[in-house]
């Protein structure tokens, strides 16, 4: 060792206070590779554990609880060295309290460091403050003779009536449908809540006192009044489910050609892509494709049913349900998650479009970070984790190599 752990220790609060010249992070990296016991040391002193959690703090990210078991496990087991595959673990800033750790192909600490006055976040990044987080809901029903009503045209109140039932919007901002007289429907009145692109989650009451949260791009088809023995509805998109328990209809959702069945649970469906999954927070469902009943699977709470094409429905368990909930509880969380998947999110909810120059790599990135933020604050930890980037007129982000 050519200095003092002490010396080394300097060094890590150096780093993730990302204040480190190139050659003090070549130290640091083969500090790190000869000696990962006593860098694990370092990671676990308070000092160092205090500090990240105030640079976390200051960037508005987070990170559950379940990543940051992962990411230690693979930091420490790989430690910045090159993996059999030709992968590189880069650790940037704010290193365990809110770390953003990204696998990206043979790109090192040292490469990002060199390259960093040359893309600059805070220069690509001009103009994305001025796109804010949604801050209303962009909501509109689609009635079943085709009038169009706006969420936001009202702030509480009655919206529309279709015989009996009242469709009001509720001083909290949620949705609901409520029946005056208990009149009994015979013909089925289908109406279409769409939140579209740049919106805010909408949450929404049906008649049989089911609630559904509808994230941004996603709409829902659904009955005005269930009848018959079930109730089924259309789902696009992403949408969290409460369903009220009734023994005598089952409760059906339609998403991408394949169906959830329950009596009364929660759970959440995500059907943005071609892929479908189904994950149960509470209850019993069962996931089958449409015309296949017979060949579903049943799953329980923290497993996911998992359906792509016309392959299998596959399960897996031990779901961290925080992250599958993260859209609805006010987070981005990218625990594991590709980075296309990402900016996919982020184009919903800012309602951008992304694109991808030649030879971005669609690298894994993990953490959590405020969904309440203008695009540029989430730009810049983006930035601050490698990533380069421009923002071109009508909203485009491009992601550059």
């Known amino acids: 060792m050519d200095h003092p752990t002490s010396y080394y220790k300097d060094l890590l609060a150096g780093f993730i206070r990302d ?4 050659e003090e992070a070549e130290a640091l990296l083969s500090f790190i590779g000869q000696y990962p016991d006593i860098y694990k ?5 308070p000092a160092i554990q205090e500090l990240s959690a105030r640079q976390a703090q200051a960037s508005g990210l987070k990170l559950s609880a379940q990543a ?3 990411i230690r496990e693979q930091v420490l087991a790989h430690t910045g060295l090159e993996t059999g595959a030709g992968k590189v673990f880069l650790l940037r800033r704010w290193v365990w309290a809110a770390a953003v750790v990204l696998l990206i192909g043979t790109t090192t600490l040292i490469t990002v460091l060199r390259n960093r006055t040359a893309h600059h976040p805070a220069t690509i990044a001009q103009g994305a403050s001025n796109i804010p987080a949604p801050q209303v809901s ?5 009635l079943s003779s085709g009038q169009v009503i706006a969420l936001d045209s009202l702030s509480s109140g009655l919206l529309a009536q279709q015989g009996s039932i009242r469709l009001v919007k509720l001083a909290g901002g949620q949705v609901a449908y409520q029946s005056a007289t208990g009149e009994t429907f015979h013909e089925m009145q289908y109406n279409t809540l769409t939140n579209p692109r740049g919106s805010k989650v909408v949450d929404m009451q049906l008649s049989d006192g089911s609630r559904i949260w509808l994230n941004a791009g996603s709409s829902i088809t659904y009955p005005v009044a269930f009848v018959g023995n079930e109730r089924k509805v259309e789902l696009k998109g992403e949408g969290y489910f409460e369903v009220a328990k009734d023994a005598a209809r089952q409760f059906i959702v ?14 959440n469906v995500h059907a943005y892509e071609e892929q479908t999954k189904v994950t149960l927070l509470e209850g019993r469902v069962k996931v089958a494709r449409q ?5 579903g699977i049943a799953i329980r ?3 996911q049913a998992l359906a792509g094409g016309a392959g299998q429905l596959q399960v897996t368990g031990n779901i961290d349900l925080a992250a599958v909930m993260a859209w609805k509880n006010g987070v981005f969380n990218f625990d594991g998650m590709k980075v296309r998947q990402a900016m996919a999110e982020l184009e ?3 309602d951008i479009d992304v694109a991808y120059e030649e030879g971005v790599q669609d690298v894994k990135v993990f953490g959590e970070i405020d969904r309440n933020l203008a695009l540029g604050g989430v730009l810049e930890i983006l930035g601050n984790a490698g990533f380069h980037y421009r923002l071109e007129a009508g909203r485009k982000l491009v992601l550059m190599k």
Do not use: C, I
């Not at 204040?19 to 190139?22: A, G």
């Not at 339609?254 to 759970?267: D, R």
């Open 41 to 45: 040391e370092m990671l676990d002193d």
């Open 348 to 350: 919903r909810w800012y």
């Open 254 to 267: 339609t998403a991408n050609g394949v169906n959830t069945m329950v009596l009364g649970t929660h759970f």
């Open 68 to 70: 940051d078991a992962r």
């Open 291 to 295: 015309g296949q009943v017979d060949s």
């Open 301 to 303: 709470p923290g497993q």
């Open 19 to 22: 204040e480190l010249t190139v």
């Open 138 to 142: 962009k909501a509109r029903v689609t």
